[in-house]
Structure formats: C-alpha cells, structure tokens
C-alpha cells in the first residue's frame, strides 16, 4: 500500500516535517504502507530515519506528480486546486486527506478544502483545517478504522467509472473558479 505525501511547489513544514514523527510511523504502520513517497517542496527534506519500516523516497519535485498520484492508495495533500484534482480524477487513490495550509495568502485554501469531501468520488475524503487538526485526527482509532475500511472495500469494489470521475473533477474545478457550488454534484450522484 503506497502513500503519498504532497505539498506542491509550496513550504508546508508543519505536515512534511510531520512525516518524521513516531505518530506518523504509527499511523502507517497501523494502516499496512509499504511505501511512502514525500514531495516536500521548498522545505528542507524531513529526517526520516525514524520510519524504518517502510520503504520511502523524499524529495523536493517531480515532472510526473500526477503518475505518483494515480499510483497511491492514500494521498495526503496541501489544500492545492491541481492536487485536489489529480486525486479525485486518479482511478488509483482511495483515500484522500486534504490539509489546509492556513499560512499561505489568507488562508485561501479553505473554502477549497472544506468543499471537496461532500463531492469527491473517492471512498474516503476528509478535510482538515489545520496541519494540527490533521494531526490529532490521524492518531484517532475511528479515522484508522475508516481508512482501513476503504483501503479494504477497494480491494474488492471497482472504482468509480472515469467518466464519473472526470464530471467530479470538472464540478471541482467550477468550486474553483467561483463557477459552481458543490451541490453541483449532487446531480451526478444523487
């Protein structure tokens, strides 16, 4: 099981720097990761000699964001319009944490994020308004609990079709432009 930690071009230490914690390690160890893949941005690489168990790879940018996306089961990402829509376009990614980085350009990203669990086709999307909300919730039993059970479920259900995916990912791109509201897709899905 893979997992991929994203900040795009941006500084987000609190939530790459997280990834070289013991509540971390427990957190993907509990959920079975195999592999961690970190893209820390124009943050410093963490120190992650303390996640021994899986196998990682960090590192600052790649051309082919949207290949690891697709790739991994679970993505855990900055509240960025382009990796909310690679996620929830990706027939790969089951489960999907948005965190908000309420220190960029006042804290724009949070009408993003707080919109995209309610529309997203995955099994599990939940938003987090803070990297310390985020990291509270991932040390909870209920929130292991519910991504074990979508990582589990997907094992065994066929993903959401790609056209079904692609009229979410243009229903997230209306929220983005200031086009549409999520109820948008409550005609897709109803």
Known sequence: ????????????????????TEQFRQFINAIGASELLIQHGSAPAPDMTTVSSVHYRVFDYDNDLAAMINQSDLVIGHAGAGIILEASRSPGTKVHFIVVNDALMGNHQLELATSVPEISPLPL??????????????????LLSQVRMALL??????????????????????????????????????
């Open 1 to 20: 099981m893979k997992v991929l930690v994203t900040v795009g071009s941006t500084e987000f230490r609190p939530l790459t720097d997280f990834c070289s």
């Open 125 to 142: 999307c939940k938003a987090f308004e803070t990297c310390e909300a985020y990291i509270e919730a991932v040390q909870d039993e209920d």
């Open 153 to 190: 479920v997907n094992r065994h259900v066929e993903a959401p079709a790609t056209q079904d995916r692609e009229e979410v990912g243009s229903s997230i791109q209306d929220v983005i432009d200031g086009h549409g509201r999520p109820g948008v897709l409550a005609r897709i899905f109803g």
